[in-house]
């Protein structure tokens, strides 16, 4: 009988170890899958928590995008303007170099014109010469520029604009003003090429 005990509880432990080590899915007794076994309590709850954000988590990560948002907006905004200040400088810079090449080319023909000056004074220029129409032309082609003649009798003096040579004091003078151009002044716009070269009459 103690033979029989003994192997009963081998078989006993042999059927224990064989359920517990026996990890097929399918049953092979009745071929049906087997359910999974269920997990220990409180480990597929560990899990589920641990994968999910808290409403502060998402809170915070949205506070964080908009602020980066916000921080690439900026930095566009910054670069863009940059952007249109560097045209406008480059376009400011083209303009004022143009404008100080015309006005150097314009500076080395002003002995020319002012020959032609002279020439028309002592009535050389005939209207309807070659000379008088080549002036007429010469002068067209600064004035498409913007040249213009600085220094007239009778205003007032501007030492910006005008080169006293002669100071004539008189007693109808209320102020400084031109009494005579001896050498015509000009300007490109804003830009003095040549002070004009006058006599200035003043109070006495």
């Known amino acids: 009988m103690a033979k029989d005990k003994h192997e009963d509880a081998r078989e006993g432990e042999n059927e224990s170890e064989s359920r517990v080590n026996d990890k097929r899915k399918i ?22 928590g641990a994968s999910e954000l ?6 915070l990560l949205a506070e964080a995008e908009r602020d980066l948002v916000a921080e690439y907006r900026d930095r566009a905004a910054r670069a ?8 406008t400088r480059v376009e400011r810079d083209r303009t ?16 020319a014109i002012d020959d032609l000056d002279r020439a ?17 032309k010469l002068r067209a082609g ?22 006293a040579l002669v100071r004539i004091p ?8 031109v ?10 716009g804003d830009r003095l090429i040549r002070a004009a070269k006058v006599a200035v009459s003043v109070p006495e």
């Open 179 to 188: 009494a005579d151009v001896i050498e015509v002044g000009y300007a490109l």
């Open 142 to 163: 600064f004035e498409r520029y913007g040249l213009r003649r600085v220094g007239e009798v009778g205003e007032v003096f501007d030492p910006t604009w005008h080169e």
């Open 96 to 111: 004022a170099n143009r404008e100080a090449v015309v006005a150097e080319v314009i500076r080395s023909l002003l002995p």
């Open 27 to 48: 049953d092979p007794e009745t071929g049906e899958a087997r359910q999974p076994a269920p997990a220990p309590d409180g480990a597929g709850a560990s899990e589920e």
């Open 80 to 87: 863009e303007a940059e952007l249109v200040n560097f045209r």
């Open 120 to 136: 028309d004074a002592h009535g050389d220029l005939d209207e309807g010469s070659p000379l008088a129409i080549v002036s007429q």
């Open 54 to 59: 808290t409403d502060e988590d998402v809170a």
């Open 170 to 177: 008189s007693a109808e003078a209320t102020e400084n003003t």
